[in-house]
Antibody
Framework: EVQLVESGGGLVQPGRSLKLSCAASGFTFSNYDMAWVRQAPTKGLEWVAS????????YYRDSVKGRFTISRDNAKSTLYLQMDSLRSEDTATYYC??????????WGPGTMVTVSS | DVVMTQTPVSLPVSLGGQASISCRSS???????????LHWYLQKPGQSPQVLIYRVSNRFSGVPDRFSGSGSGTDFTLKISRVEPEDLGDYYC?????????FGSGTKLEIK
């Protein structure tokens, strides 16, 4: 059974950093592109970043480029999102998602990030 | 960037009835490889999103045949027939043909 479990969310002050993790199981992690998608409270879904199977290609939405870094450790079957210089508008539930063919087929339950002083 | 316009915002339906959601893009979603990367998701209350339809009309594994996707170019539709209580929630279209990948603004399916 495919499982994705995010962790690392919490309350953080503006300008500070946070690192999210997503532990994958039930499939060969290294065979799949992966992504982070977020959802601000009461708002819609927003793609954040994607990474290729080997980690050599990464893609970001403009609003997080230069502040967020997506990475992966295939030996540990884990996806990461390093978030620096956090802003209030980054407050959201962050989901990791498996990306088999340019769409997301499995999602984790999400981890909440609140950026507030 | 390609703009995705999803309508309606809210869709009251009767149980057993039919629902239709539209998603329009400002540019064709046909990729140079010939595929159209338009997908549909359902987010039930308090849950993560789940894929219903991928690449316009392909039902994901385990999705009931009450759900169907159609369309081409810039106009796409998700139809739900014989609506059941478990179908309630927020529906999103999602396009990944062009960068950046983008979700529609969502449609809330609720009981009339």
């Amino acid at each position: 059974e495919v499982q994705l479990v995010e962790s690392g969310g919490g309350l953080v002050q503006p300008g500070r950093s946070l690192k999210l993790s997503c532990a994958a199981s039930g499939f060969t992690f290294s065979n799949y592109d992966m992504a982070w998608v977020r959802q601000a409270p009461t708002k819609g879904l927003e793609w954040v970043a994607s990474i290729s199977t080997g980690g050599g290609n990464t893609y970001y939405r403009d609003s997080v480029k230069g502040r967020f870094t997506i990475s992966r450790d295939n030996a540990k079957s884990t996806l990461y999102l390093q978030m620096d210089s956090l802003r209030s508008e980054d407050t959201a539930t962050y989901y990791c998602a498996r990306t088999p063919n340019w769409y997301f087929d499995f999602w984790g339950p999400g981890t909440m990030v609140t950026v507030s002083s | 960037d390609v703009v995705m316009t999803q309508t309606p915002v809210s869709l009251p339906v009767s149980l057993g009835g039919q629902a239709s959601i539209s998603c329009r893009s400002s540019q064709s979603l046909v990729h140079s490889n010939g595929n159209t990367y338009l997908h549909w998701y359902l987010q039930k209350p308090g849950q993560s999103p789940q894929v219903l339809i991928y690449r316009v009309s392909n039902r994901f594994s385990g999705v009931p045949d009450r759900f169907s996707g159609s369309g081409s170019g810039t106009d796409f539709t998700l139809k739900i027939s014989r609506v059941e209580p478990e179908d309630l929630g927020d529906y999103y279209c999602y396009k990944s043909t062009h960068f950046p990948p983008t979700f529609g603004s969502g449609t809330k399916l609720e009981i009339k």
